[in-house]
């Protein structure tokens, strides 16, 4: 099992290298030529999405990706340190946090139209994102 780590500052300007990144890695571990665009606006959107969790958070710890090659799946994992609180714990008529939700919400759900498989926890000490892809036997990839 083969392993990238990618940490960044929260800043947009570093979600395109990380897409580049993520694109690259993710062709030579084998996963289909076809499918590489949906790869890097998914990892696009989890990385923006981590980037304004800790913005808004005043986090400066660093956005952290891992891109695992396994033997017939490739996965990107996306963390961030912003904690989460449960939706019925919120406080009521606190409307910033209503757009914040939505807005996550959002990016959720196109992440989830651009992966078959994908797995998203959060809890108090921050939320990760694991997108999960087949890839083609090692044989059948081009060195």
Not at 28 to 35: M, P, T, Y
Not at 104 to 120: F, K, N, P, Q, R
Request: some cysteine; aromatic content about 2%.
């Amino acid at each position: 099992m083969a392993t990238v780590e990618l940490r960044f500052s929260a800043l947009p300007e570093h979600v395109r290298t990380a897409r580049l990144v993520a694109a690259a890695v993710a062709r030579r571990a084998g996963v289909d030529e076809a499918v590489l665009d949906e790869v890097r606006l998914a990892v696009g959107e989890a990385c923006t999405r981590a980037v304004g969790l800790h913005q808004s958070a005043g986090i400066t710890a660093p956005v952290k990706v891992q891109l695992i090659e396994e033997e017939k799946q490739f996965s990107i994992e996306v963390g961030d340190e912003a904690p989460r609180i449960a939706p019925g714990d919120r406080a009521p008529g606190a409307a910033g946090d209503d757009l914040e939700a939505e807005e996550d919400e959002m990016g959720l759900a196109v992440i989830s139209g651009l992966v078959d498989d994908v797995e998203v926890t959060a809890g108090e000490n921050g939320g990760q994102i694991r997108m999960t892809w087949p890839t083609a036997p090692p044989s059948a990839v081009l060195a």
